[in-house]
């Protein structure tokens, strides 16, 4: 069988511990025997970006603006005890945090369904994804505890020295108070980037606020998003038969849970924070949730939700087996690959990714499935694989459905 021929490179952004065990084992097993695999390559494994001083993520990022797509394993994002672990120069910044600041994304992510594992909510049929604004609000907020009686200002004082005043509250005792913010520009970039994925993925987008009750901070989320849309997408949604439907949160809510799901719910910054654990835990497993950060220029960076799975790292280097489930990180690369094929026009690309990912459901809902999967999965007697054999069984009902 001739492999598939790639026109533009996709950005690799290989990682840490056991996802970069797994990275190397999906490009032989899965990708290099089937597709003439073109990447400009970026070490992002935590011993290279201390070598370089952390240069090599910023490099990464800008070819993402380079080429527009790229793949990444996840990373470890230093703390105390890595610092002793990989003697590092410095607590680098976590490269998620880098890349996403230089590219102004935002965060898509999405459970992927398949048989035998269903969601706990019993009427969602189909997988919702949670966009999140991943600035400002509650994270970057001030706050202060008031010890007695006095008096809580806003004040804002303008350039030219204009002062502007609100009284918070008047405290007769103690109590707390907290300031937050959030910018014109960055609102406009999410929801440029909620539209415009919504309408690649043919996809309703639903957006709710608190705007009855915050009626200038949250109301300026709710006519940003209106406007742009109105502007912008509104010729786009109808051409494409899809939806922009604005909502109170709470009112959100309640038809989340009623709803078929299909579609992407954007949320505030601390609202993506509790919904997209609760989509991911009642979908059963942080291992099936997909991830792409999509710039409102129109640059893409897929990845897995998970973190490096260091627990089952430890264990590999012990020369213990391993049961760790690849489809996230392998859906990372299906998604960046169907990217490049739709930009670029190969449709054997595109169809490739299709098959890559079906090909992992098909495989679970055989029964052939890795330990996590095993422990949550309503399937009788499910073969429990390890890392290695649930790829090589991946590729086999990869390779039936591609001759
Ligand atoms: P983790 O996601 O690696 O693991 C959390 C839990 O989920 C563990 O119990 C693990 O066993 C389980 N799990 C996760 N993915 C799994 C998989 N594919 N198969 C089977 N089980 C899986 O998160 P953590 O342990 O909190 O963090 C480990 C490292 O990952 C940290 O250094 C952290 O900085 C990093 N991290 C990176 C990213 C990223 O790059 N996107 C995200 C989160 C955490």
Same mark, same amino acid.
């Given at each position: 069988m001739e492999k598939i021929k790639m026109s533009t490179p996709l950005v690799e952004m290989d990682g840490d511990e056991m996802t970069r065990i797994l990275w190397q084992m999906i490009k032989d097993e899965l990708l290099l025997p089937f597709i003439d695999l073109k990447t400009e390559y970026y070490d992002l494994g935590l011993e290279h970006r201390n070598e370089t001083n952390d240069q090599v993520t910023v490099d990464s990022a800008n070819a993402t603006k380079k080429y527009g797509v790229a793949v990444k394993c996840a990373t470890i994002t230093p703390n105390a005890a890595r610092m002793t672990e990989y003697n590092l120069k410095e607590m680098w910044k976590s490269p998620n945090g880098t890349i996403r600041a230089i590219l102004d994304g935002t965060v898509f992510r999405a459970p992927i369904q398949v048989k035998g594992i269903e969601?706990?909510? #019993?009427?969602? #049929?189909k997988p919702i994804t949670i966009a999140r604004?991943?600035? =400002?609000?509650v994270y970057k907020n001030v706050e202060m505890k008031v010890p007695g009686a006095g008096v809580a200002e806003l004040v804002f004082t303008a350039e030219d020295g204009t002062v502007t005043r609100e009284t918070i509250h008047e405290f007769k005792g103690p109590g707390v108070i907290q300031g937050q913010h959030n910018l014109d520009g960055s609102i406009e970039s999410f929801a440029r980037s909620c539209f415009k994925y919504a309408l690649d993925t043919k996809q309703d987008l639903w957006f709710a606020t608190k705007d009855t009750i915050s009626k200038k901070y949250d109301h300026t989320f709710k006519d940003i998003f209106a406007d742009v849309f109105e502007k912008e997408f509104k010729a786009k949604f109808d051409e494409a038969g899809i939806e922009y439907f604005y909502t109170l949160i709470d009112d959100a809510v309640a038809r989340v849970m009623k709803s078929e799901g299909g579609f992407i719910w954007a949320c505030k910054n601390y609202d993506g924070d509790v919904m997209s654990d609760m989509i991911s835990s009642a979908c059963g497993s942080l291992a099936m949730m997909t991830s792409v950060l999509v710039s409102p220029q129109g640059y893409y960076e897929y990845e897995a939700a998970? =973190?490096?799975v260091q627990r089952h790292y430890y264990k590999h280097l012990k020369g213990e087996e391993t049961s760790t489930n690849s489809v996230a990180t392998i859906f990372a690369w299906s998604g960046a690959l169907r990217k490049r094929g739709e930009l670029d026009q190969i449709p054997e690309l595109v169809n490739f990714a299709d098959k890559l990912e079906k090909a992992c459901l098909t495989t679970i809902e055989s029964g052939k499935m890795t330990k996590d999967l095993a422990l949550i999965t309503?399937?009788?007697d499910p073969t429990v694989l390890n890392s290695e054999n649930f790829i090589k069984a991946i590729r086999e009902t990869l390779e039936a459905s591609l001759s």
């Open positions: 969601p706990c909510v #019993k009427n969602w #049929k604004h991943a600035y =400002g609000d998970h =973190g490096t309503s399937l009788q």
